[in-house]
């Protein structure tokens, strides 16, 4: 099991949840929870580690869809 938590949140400041995942990457997909696959990660802050375990915000994007230009 990783040894980090991500805390999600949409880049308008929504909470979409927390994972369990290896340490993240700007621009890598989101593939847990199954409701944000496919989102992608576009900045992050590593917090204060609790209980031995790494925690991250991690700010995400929707994916953009075939035909539609991203932000």
């Known amino acids: 099991m990783p040894s980090t938590t991500w805390y999600l949140i949409s ?18 997909a989101i593939e847990r929870p199954e409701s944000l696959e496919g989102w992608v990660v ?3 802050e590593e917090l204060r580690a609790a209980c031995a375990m790494r925690r991250f915000r991690v700010v995400a994007r929707p994916p953009v869809s075939p035909g539609q230009t991203g932000r």
């Open 11 to 28: 880049e308008d400041g929504e909470p979409l949840g927390q994972t369990y995942a290896p340490v993240p990457v700007v621009g890598q």
């Open 42 to 44: 576009v900045r992050f």
